[in-house]
Every structure is written in structure tokens, then in C-alpha cells.
């Protein structure tokens, strides 16, 4: 189609070169969830990064490495930014001459906004972005992201596509990332928390802790997974596995005194909160 | 209740005698006593109804059966908003009462709320729940009337207006299919009012100290039920405390006449 005139067929998720500035853990986690989804191949994931380091496990999954972030725009057309906050301005500086029409630039460098990015990258490039979670590396990840002026919807189409082989991937208003940084991108560490509770709950009323542990992960994991299925509403879901005066009306009533509720939504507040500060700095 | 053209009288006896449905309205600790005085005009057509907290159906029909051989004993806890028409009622039916028993009180019940038939151990529960139910809300309507003064309100438009919005609350709850969780939910958008003032609910422990005040509730009933079993008040007593209370506020009565009021002339 017409639309896709502009950008050339290297568009086409399977000849999609993606390249990946900064090589770190969100952006191995990725980098793996595409792999694993089989959407990307190996030999067309190029990462840059200053030292050896971090590159070594991308090399064992096949994917091409180098030092050079230059490189990473020349080799790719869909190039993800995953730097510490405080050196993407210089390295925005570096690679800004050989970014062009053609490149799709999406940003997961927390705390950098669109506006940011945009007056760093030549007028009218192509940003956006991206808010993902740890879990895409096992394909169960929470992303959001956001389009800059420059991106349009096929830009848009392209990403959650590409990244839906990694989770739930939903377009969202550029306000809405720091919210999700509070929600599920610290989420998951409470969600760990939660589970580590669970299982230390269960190691004291006498089962062992590598038992716990997994059947505490599999509660959570089915619990989620019924929640997605069914769209019911939690409290309903909740409803249905308290039988009157039995175990779990008596369970929850501990969590209720405990003010778990509240204490959970001060933890979304404190970190979407800290997100928007560290925004600002 | 005269005014309203109730029969009344100071006889027990004539109450039982000029009724098929007999409602026993008096304090627990006192039922044994009435049961034994009216034990003898008990008669197989009549329907004992007792709505005393933690007399159990047994416990009344072993009184009666010295006089009467088949009792019919309904036992049923209802609640103060009865009053107008908004009642919340359970019964549960004694070993003797027929299945048209209970659909007759059902009937009579209904016509002034909810009304549904339970198994008697559940009866406790609902003590705690709807019984003392009017207790909390009337609480938490004070505390929210206070909030709207507290705010700029004049305390009788703060009060009416919180009345409604809890009975427009149950009314939607009542008349909708949703989970409770999900109606709040559609009360919240996103970053506004009332999510904030939910989350200082929540940090209160709201929800729990609902949850232990229902307890509680059915906790104590359960207490006292044991206590009455025990008869650890003395007779002697309980008889002279009310009879004190009576003299106190209706020095023409007589002394009976302060526990029963007839409700029904007999079925016609």
C-alpha cells in the first residue's frame, strides 16, 4: 500500500533488522522474548554496548554485537534505546547524524520524555516510547507505549505487533508510562514479595521451601491466568473461592486487618511517584 | 400502638387465647417465664414465633412440650426497620411447624422487608449482619454527616444527604446483577475524588473492622444464648429488674401487660 511506500519492505517483520543501543537486562529480556517468540531471527539483532560485559549473552543466542553505536543505526531500521537515563543525551548526541527518515526509534530509557527525545533526534524522526516489564523475557510481559508526533500508525501497528509475541502491549497517552513504572514495571517485585510471604506462610506450618516456593508461583500464575480468561471482576473471582466460615473467608479477614489493600496502593502511588520526580531531574 | 387500633391488653393470657400467630416480643432471659405462665393455652392451632436473640427452637419446645405435645415454634430474627417496610427478616422452623407454617410468617414478614427462610445455625450470623446492621450504618451515617459539616455543610442537609446516598447505594446493589466490587469501581475515575478518599478507607482498615464488628456481633449472640442456657441469672432476678423498668416508664400499666401485645384477633 501507499502508506508503506516511505518506509522500505525492510518493514516486514522478517526482514526486520532491530538493533539495540545499550545491552542490559531490560533490553535482553526483549531482545530474548523476541527470539524465543521466533519473530525476529538472531542473525538480524544487532546490540551495542561500551564494554564486553553485557554482550556475552547476546552472542550466545546468536545475536551480532558491537561497540559501535553508530553501527547500530547504520545495520538497523528499528532501533531500541536502552541506556542508563544519564548517558542517553550524549549518546543521542553520537548517533543523531545517522539516524534518518527510514528509522523507528523507540525509547525504554525510564524518565526521558517524548518531548525530550525528540528535540535530541532530527525533526520528524520516528519516536516512541516504550514502558515494558522484566517477564517479556518469558513472553509474559506488560508494555505500554507512546507515540511522539513523528510516529503514526504504522509505526504504532508495527510495535504491537512485533511485541505482542512478548505480552500485553498496549498503546497508551504519554501520561499513563509513569503509572505503569508504579503498576507493573515494580509491580512484579511486589508480586515477589507476595509469593515469598506465601511460601514463608506455608514453610512454617511445616512444608518444605522449594514445595512452597513453586506452588506459591503456580497459585499466582493461575490466578492471573483466570483473571485474563474469565474478564471477571476480582472481587467476584474472590467471591467465588470463599465458601461460608471456611478457610478462606478466615484468611482474608487477616489480610483485611492488616490493611493490605491500602498498603499496596501506597506502593503503586510511592513508585509512580518517584518515576514522575526522577522524570524531572 | 393503641392509636394505631391495636388490641391491647394487660392479660397474657387473653393474648394467647385470641391468637393463632403469637409473636414472643420479650427480652431473652425472660422467655422461659412467659412460657411457662401461657404453656397451659397453648393449643395445636397456634404458631409460636420467637424472635429472641439466641433462644434456640429446641429450647422452647421442650418448654412446651409439658403442656402441648406438637408445638409449632418458628424461630426468626428480624431487624428495627422493619418499622418502615424495610425489614430484614430469617426464620427457621421448629420440629412440629408445617411447610404452610413458614410460608404464612414468610408472608407476614415479607409485607415489611426481605424475608427468607434459613437453617437455624445460621441465625447467629445473621444477628451479626442485619440484626445489628442498622447499629453500623446509623454510625457510619453520623461520621459521614460529620464529614459534610466538617466540610461546610449544614448538619441536616449532611444528614439527608447521606441517608440517600447509602439507600441509593443498597438500592443499586439490590437492583443490579454487579459484584459490590465492581459498582464501586464504577464510581472511580481515574486519579479522582473518590479514589482518593477510598484509599484512606482502605488505610483504616475499613473493610476489617466491618468484618470484626459482624463477628462480634454473632460472637456475643452465641455468648448469651450460652449464658441463658446455663440460667446463671436468677429467676427471681430478671423479674425484678423489668418490673423496676416498667414502673419506671409507665407507671399506669400493670406489670404483664409490659411484656405481649396481641397483634391478631383470631383468623377469620
Known sequence: ?281 | LQKMGVNFTVSNKDTVKSSDVLFLAVKPPIIPFILEEVGPDIEPRHIVVSCAAGVTISSIEKKLSTFCPTPKVIRCMTNTPVVVREGATVYATGTHADVEDGKLLEQLMASVGFCTEVEEDLIDAVTGLSGSGPAYAFTALDALADGGVKMGLPRRLAVRLGAQALLGAAKMLLESEQHPGQLKDNVCSPGGATIHALHFLESGGFRSLLINAVEASCIRTRELQHLADQEKISPAAIKKTLLDKVKLESPSLSVASANKVSLFTSKS
Not at chain 1, 519473530?39 to 551480532?64: F, H, T, Y
Not at chain 1, 514502558?131 to 505500554?144: D, E, H, K, R, S
Not at chain 1, 509475541?165 to 498496549?170: Q, R
Request: hydrophobic share 45%; glycine share 12%; aromatic share 2%.
Open chain 1, 1 to 281: 500500500g501507499e502508506k508503506r511506500g516511505r518506509v522500505p519492505a525492510a518493514m516486514e517483520a522478517a526482514e526486520l533488522r532491530v538493533g539495540f543501543v545499550g545491552a542490559g537486562r531490560m533490553a535482553g529480556g526483549l531482545a530474548r522474548g523476541l527470539l524465543r517468540a521466533g519473530k525476529v531471527p538472531a542473525s538480524s539483532i544487532l546490540a551495542s554496548a561500551p564494554s564486553d560485559r553485557n554482550l556475552d549473552a547476546w552472542q550466545e543466542s546468536g545475536c551480532r554485537t558491537t561497540h559501535c553505536n553508530l553501527e547500530v543505526l547504520q545495520e538497523s531500521t528499528l532501533v531500541f534505546l536502552a541506556t542508563k537515563p544519564h548517558v542517553l543525551p550524549g549518546v543521542l548526541q553520537e548517533i543523531r547524524p545517522a539516524v534518518g527518515p527510514h528509522h523507528v526509534v523507540v525509547s525504554l530509557v525510564a524518565g526521558v520524555s517524548l518531548q525530550t527525545l525528540q528535540r535530541l533526534l532530527p525533526a520528524g524522526t520516528k519516536v516512541l516510547r516504550l514502558m515494558p516489564n522484566l517477564p517479556c523475557v518469558v513472553q509474559a510481559g506488560a508494555m505500554v507505549f507512546a507515540r511522539g508526533s513523528g510516529a503514526g500508525d504504522t509505526e504504532a501497528a508495527l510495535l504491537k505487533s512485533l511485541l505482542s509475541s512478548c505480552g500485553l502491549c498496549e498503546e497508551v497517552p504519554e501520561s499513563y508510562i509513569n503509572i505503569h513504572t508504579g503498576l507493573s514495571g515494580s509491580g512484579v517485585a511486589y508480586v515477589y514479595l507476595f509469593a515469598e510471604a506465601l511460601a514463608e506462610g506455608a514453610v512454617k506450618m511445616g512444608m518444605p521451601g522449594g514445595l512452597a516456593n513453586r506452588i506459591a508461583a503456580q497459585t499466582l500464575l493461575g490466578a492471573a491466568k483466570m483473571m485474563l480468561e474469565t474478564g471477571e471482576h476480582p472481587a467476584k473471582l474472590r467471591g467465588d473461592v470463599c465458601t461460608p466460615g471456611g478457610t478462606t473467608i478466615h484468611a482474608l479477614h487477616q489480610l483485611e486487618k492488616g490493611a493490605l489493600r491500602a498498603t499496596v496502593m501506597n506502593a503503586v502511588e510511592a513508585a509512580t511517584n518517584r518515576a514522575r520526580d526522577m522524570a524531572k531531574d
